[in-house]
């Protein structure tokens, strides 16, 4: 996995986390985090752009979490929709490219 750009941290509090074993665990894996890449870009084509400091300000107490993931400065600027759509379609794109060489890798 090193390889083609994968690895695994933590904090350290609770060791590794969990590193897949095996061919078909690591692309099972992938598989489901690109399913979580694709939830957070359906987020991004379908969020309402704030167009004020308080609908700003409401959008980052209910959608932190995304803001956050892909502007670290959200609280205090508004992130644009296209902004995050360009964030998650370079992750996903990305993600794709491991799983296909790790596809394509025959054991």
Not at 7 to 32: M, N, V, W
């Amino acid at each position: 996995m090193y390889t083609v750009g994968i690895t695994f941290h933590s904090c350290g509090c609770s060791g590794p986390g969990y590193i897949p074993q095996g061919r078909k665990a690591i692309i099972d894996y992938l598989e489901k985090v690109r399913s979580e890449y694709m939830k957070s870009l359906v987020f991004w084509r379908y969020r309402i752009e704030p167009e004020n400091k308080k609908e700003r300000e409401l959008d980052y107490q209910k959608n932190s979490s995304h803001l956050w993931a892909v502007n670290r400065n959200a609280f205090k600027e508004t992130v644009t929709n296209q902004e995050g759509i360009n964030y998650w379609l370079k992750r996903i794109t990305e993600l794709e490219e491991r799983l296909n060489i790790i596809k394509a890798d025959k054991p």
